[in-house]
């Protein structure tokens, strides 16, 4: 899930394996997270391609036409409910919604198909690069300090202090919930369901900005509140353009893993 940013591209001091005998400075670590978002990206396109055997979609934006005031409602009571109760509920409005994009018209209008190699794998990166840098760039300036100074907000989550701590067994069921279900559940909720039915009443771009900051929001972290509203601005521009959902949730599981991935590997 996207509240497994990283706080920073994190300084060298804190990139140490667990026997403390090296070290990554900022930006081999920028480079390394890259080259496996590359590597799984090229992975992922290729497996899913296979087992699907799609064509090229044509390029046209996100069809909003399929959905009724009755999904305006459940779409409301959805995002009380996220603000309300914990991030379990995604699972049961994620199964209503699949019930959803599988009766018509509303099936019509989820393409799950991939596009080129190209655009999957330029996105995939493209979202990663951004997200690492503007996090980077934040760190760098003070903003997210200042944030945390004016809020009181811890900088660092604790679901990313037990990624670093925890339990073998502990670790490996965030790893799975993150890499796995949240983009599939996350993806399916924000951008499969709630962007469309929003774009039906205001321009894309503001659908887009309200979608990101919803999504930034509930994920309760104030101090990563600017980076998670830019992935979910970025996930569904990638929607928008590539009209299918597998490729945002691609490009949320790879941006995930990685994370992880050196999270797991590089302890403070």
């Known amino acids: 899930m996207s509240e497994f940013l990283l706080p920073s591209i994190i300084p060298a001091s804190?990139?140490?394996?667990?026997?403390?005998?090296?070290?990554l400075s900022s930006w081999q670590f920028l480079i390394q997270c890259l080259t496996w978002d590359i590597f799984l990206a090229c992975v992922l396109w290729g497996t899913v391609r296979h087992i699907l055997c799609p064509k090229r979609p044509k390029p046209a934006g996100v069809p909003t036409s399929g959905y009724t005031w009755a999904d305006n409602t459940v779409a409301l009571c959805m995002c009380l409910c996220m603000l309300l109760v914990n991030v379990s509920t995604y699972t049961i409005f994620t199964m209503f919604i699949l019930f959803r994009m599988l009766t018509p018209p509303v099936r019509y209008m989820y393409k799950w198909k991939l596009p080129s190699a190209t655009m999957t794998i330029v996105w995939i990166i493209g979202i990663s690069l951004l997200?690492?840098?503007?996090?980077?760039?934040?760190?760098?300036?003070g903003?997210?300090?200042?944030?945390c100074q004016r809020t009181g907000a811890p900088e660092e989550q604790a679901v990313i202090q037990k990624l670093r701590t925890g339990q073998?067994?502990?670790r490996m069921s965030i790893a799975f919930s993150a890499i796995?279900?949240?983009?599939?559940?996350?993806?399916?909720?924000?951008?499969?369901?709630?962007?469309?039915i929003l774009k039906r009443y205001i321009p894309a771009i503001c659908a887009n900005i309200g979608v990101a900051l919803f999504f930034a929001f509930v994920h309760n972290s104030m101090a990563q509140a600017l980076p998670?509203?830019?992935?979910?601005?970025l996930l569904t521009l990638c929607y928008e353009h590539t009209r299918t959902l597998l490729v945002p949730i691609m490009a949320h599981a790879v941006f995930n893993a990685t994370t992880i991935v050196y999270l797991i590997l590089f302890e403070t």
Do not use: N
């Open 180 to 196: 796995f279900l949240a983009p599939l559940l996350e993806e399916i909720c924000f951008r499969g369901y709630l962007y469309p």
């Open 168 to 170: 073998l067994g502990e």
């Open 14 to 23: 804190m990139l140490s394996q667990a026997d403390g005998t090296a070290h």
């Open 143 to 147: 903003l997210i300090d200042w944030i």
């Open 131 to 141: 997200v690492r840098l503007a996090t980077g760039l934040m760190e760098t300036g």
């Open 228 to 233: 998670l509203a830019l992935i979910g601005f």
